[in-house]
Every structure is written in structure tokens, then in C-alpha cells.
């Protein structure tokens, strides 16, 4: 009777064990996996603006005369407590872009062939916009339209 009562009880403490084991990989592996993972929401984007300058032209020199113009329209995205400060200094970033854009023509750092390369374009103008206003104040620089007119 004694060997019967401590056969029972093993019986019963294994059986207890292994539904124990069983549920905990169950809720570990099973239930946790079907859940959908929470979403986290990436942190709220500054507050922007856009300066909207005016459409700068350019020549493309040949070898002997004048071969085509090039014009650049050109918003440059800022940040909103930034933005007065921007507009005051629209000036200094026309003629800080106007020079950029000269200088990519006359080193052809900005062509691809006779036509011309919008993300060369919009680097250039990113650098000159940095050493205007800072780096803190400049968010992008959005080249609008490029066009190009032959003679």
C-alpha cells in the first residue's frame, strides 16, 4: 500500500510538472508570438517653413559664345523659428546660389553632358545654404524646376 501511495504522488508531481512546463512554453512561445508588436511613433517632425527665392539664371558658356541658359527655381526648407532670419538674409543666399551655380557651370561639376544634374544641383546649393544661415537653420533645400534653353 505504501509503494502505491508513493507511486501516486511521483504520478502526480510529474503530471503536475510537465502541465506546468507545457503551459509556460505555451504562453512563452505561443500567445507572445501572435501578438502584434506595439507600434512606436517616431518623435514629432520640427516645424518647417519655406523661403521661396527668386528663379536664378545662368549661362553655359561654349567654347566660343553663349550655348544655352540655364534657370533655377529654389525654395530652401527651414526651420520655423529660423524663418525671419532666413528672409533676412535672402540676399546673401541668392547670391551665395548664384555663385554655386556659376561655379558648378564653369567646372562642369553640375552637367552630365550639356544637361544638368538636379542632385548635383541641389548638393551645391545645400553646401552654399549651410555657410549662409547654419546648419541649424536649414532643413533641405527643394530645387522646384530646372529648365534649360539653347541659343
Known sequence: MVK??????????????????????YQKYYVNAHEEPKKVEPPPKPPTAFVRLPPLVAPMLGPTRVEQFVTVVVAVEVMLEKQPMVQANQPRLTDAFLTALYGGIADKSIL??????????????MEAAIKVVGKDA?????VQAVTQRNL
Open 138 to 142: 536649414v532643413h533641405d533645400v527643394l
Open 112 to 125: 552630365n553632358g550639356s544637361l544638368v544634374n538636379i542632385p548635383a544641383v541641389k548638393a551645391k546649393f
Open 4 to 25: 502505491a501511495l508513493i507511486v501516486l504522488v511521483l504520478g502526480i508531481l510529474l503530471l503536475g510538472g510537465a502541465s506546468f512546463g507545457g503551459w509556460t512554453a
